[in-house]
């Protein structure tokens, strides 16, 4: 049974603080083979790393992340809802990530999730791209999102870039609109993986990328169907597991 890759979804985000860098360098630590990400653009035009649209759940902000200024957003406490310990973490730019990813010892992949299906940034594709292509990081990065004209535009942009298209549920048009929008994989949840619509997604060449697994038991079912990459909270449990062979650790 082949094992998937595993990719720390918002960084080692069971145990540190979502989609900060303290989560990101935890998944380096334990042997992920990627993380995934979330960016959404402030009111300056600025990448930042938050999954949601607006600031109340993840930092001591309010409000919507594109009515700040990268300057407001940097002030805030993006840890200490999560534990005092990290109260002092920012919310990372996409380019401190970037910088990350170039230190010694770092040959992580990055999905970088374009979070356009709820507020259409405009100009977002563009601005990501432009930083890839600064920090010559091509090879390493897979751009994602449910909007799936984004990822058009994306290839429209750029002709080798990896993209994958992000669907939730069971959506029985996901391989012809991944084929529409030139995807290269479909990044799924375990239903889909599960359905004998994961069987037409592989016969049309696109690999499986499975959001969010948690549990040992469910990555074991995955793997019997065959998935590429798994994205999980709990990066650490599940390279302990690959490497010992031990079950059942995930809480
Ligand atoms: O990219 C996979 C997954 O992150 C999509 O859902 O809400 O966790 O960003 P969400
Ligand atoms: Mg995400």
Not at 119 to 128: A, F, Q, R, T
Request: proline residues 4%; aromatic residues 8%.
């Amino acid at each position: 049974m082949k094992q998937p890759m595993i990719f720390a979804h918002r960084g080692a985000s069971g145990q540190f603080p979502e989609n900060t860098l303290p989560a990101f360098e935890e998944a380096r630590k334990v042997g992920a083979a990627g993380i995934e990400l979330d960016v959404q653009l402030t009111k300056d035009g600025q990448v930042v790393i938050i999954h949601d649209e607006t600031l109340q759940r993840t930092t001591d902000g309010t409000g919507y992340v594109q009515d700040l200024t990268l300057q407001q957003i940097k002030k805030l406490d993006a840890g200490s809802w999560f534990s005092p310990s990290f109260q002092h973490e920012s919310i990372p730019t996409l380019e401190e990530v970037f910088q990350w990813m170039k230190k010694d010892g770092n040959s992580l992949q990055v999905n970088i999730e374009l979070k356009n299906n709820v507020i259409h940034y405009k100009g977002l594709e563009e601005k990501v791209l432009a930083l890839i292509e600064a920090y010559h990081l091509e090879e390493r990065i897979i751009l994602s999102s449910f909007n799936a004209l984004s990822l058009q535009r994306v290839r429209m942009l750029h002709p080798t870039i990896e993209t994958g298209y992000l669907i939730a549920g069971k959506p029985d048009n996901a391989v012809w609109i991944a084929n529409e929008i030139g995807a290269n994989a479909i990044h799924c949840q375990p239903v889909y993986a599960l359905s004998s619509y994961a069987d037409e997604a592989k016969k049309a060449g696109f690999p499986l990328r499975v959001y969010t697994v948690n549990r040992m038991e469910e990555l074991e079912g995955l793997m019997e169907v065959g998935i590429d990459t798994v994205m999980t909270d709990e990066p650490g449990s599940f390279s302990y597991s690959y490497n010992t062979g031990a079950r059942s650790l995930i809480r």
